[in-house]
């Protein structure tokens, strides 16, 4: 058993603050309702999730009203975090001090995608979400929620501009291109071509990016199979996070179900560094990645017209 009392909890407020934070923002409490709930003030409430030292006493007031171990708020060993809403906060604000995030995201990396992608991502995440289900209209909130989240980590990105190494999967982009960008099965022919169309336009976006070779962005196409789920290594001078989530944005967006994971510890983070390193080596990067993108739309397209052709047919 972790022995809170021993833990080095003085230098640690600023993160157990964003932890906070995070959580609040999850569980869809204001400041307010967190305050009358424990009895503190919303000032208070605010001062701690700037980094302000709290009694730890508070903090397992404010761990069980959240649903949340005291571990994962005071950080130690491994955050569990079950909301998307929660996680993506997270994200931003390790982003928000990360002079380099490796990412492997399947085929679309949030930071990296076109503006036009994230113009029609609230669309998508809300047809993500199925009917007529008791959880339905929370997760409509929180959609809103974290939409506004994604604004401000790509505000905080384009401000910022750390080192980004992207790690994108060719069978992932060949799904995405055969399916579209889609949050529910059967749409409609003419609706799916859309999709479609704004899948193919994205992934010449990233094709235009790798050719363009802007300071601070490296791509890479792997081309074999590659892990589920998706994970980010955030590093800040000696420090490095990892973070692992079910949660994704995009192709098969999945904003409600899951349980993702941040860690500092040194073996986690160095077993991921390892795949990442195998994986760039294997890579293909610059014209040859760009050129292997551009065949693989052609290949669907053709793939495409042939099955309409057969329809014709038939």
């Known amino acids: 058993m972790i022995n809170f009392w021993e833990y080095d909890v003085n230098l640690q ?7 906070l934070r995070a959580f609040r923002l999850g569980s869809g409490l204001s400041a307010d309702e967190i305050a009358k709930r424990i009895g503190i ?8 999730e700037k980094g302000d030292v709290v009694k730890i006493e508070t903090l397992i007031s404010l761990s069980e009203l959240l649903d949340v171990s ?13 909301s998307a809403v929660t996680y993506f906060e997270r994200l931003r604000q390790l982003e928000a001090e990360a002079n380099q995030i490796v990412v492997l995201a399947g085929p679309i990396s949030f930071l990296l995608a076109s503006d036009e992608f ?17 959880q339905s209209e929370k997760a409509l909130e929180n959609v809103d929620r974290i939409i506004q989240i994604l604004k401000e980590r790509k505000a905080n990105y384009l401000q910022r501009r750390p080192t980004v190494v992207n790690l994108m999967s060719a069978n992932d982009c060949v799904r995405l ?9 059967f749409l ?7 999709r479609r169309a704004r899948a193919r336009k994205e992934v010449e976006h990233f094709i235009n990016l790798i050719e363009s070779e802007p300071i601070g962005i490296q ?3 792997v081309t074999g199979t590659l892990p589920h789920t998706t994970f980010q290594i955030f590093r800040n001078g000696d420090q490095k996070t990892l973070s692992i989530s079910p949660f994704r944005l995009g192709e098969q967006p999945n904003i409600r179900l899951g349980v993702a994971m941040i860690t500092r510890t040194e073996e986690a983070v160095s077993l991921h560094e390892s795949v990442v390193d195998q994986m760039w080596s294997e890579s293909l990067k610059g014209r040859e990645g760009a050129d292997y993108l551009r065949g693989l739309i052609e290949r669907v397209e053709i793939e495409q017209k042939g099955h309409y052709l057969s329809d014709d047919a038939s």
């Open 13 to 19: 407020f600023h993160e157990i603050g964003q932890r």
């Open 41 to 48: 003030s919303r000032t208070a409430v605010y001062r701690f």
């Open 70 to 82: 005291l571990a994962t708020l005071l950080g130690v060993e491994i955050e569990y975090i079950s």
């Open 118 to 134: 994230q113009h029609s991502l609230e669309k998508l995440l809300k047809e993500s979400v199925p009917d007529a289900t008791s």
């Open 177 to 185: 291109l055969r399916g579209g960008f889609v949050g529910r099965p």
């Open 188 to 194: 409609p022919l003419a609706d799916l071509e859309d």
């Open 219 to 221: 791509i890479g196409i």
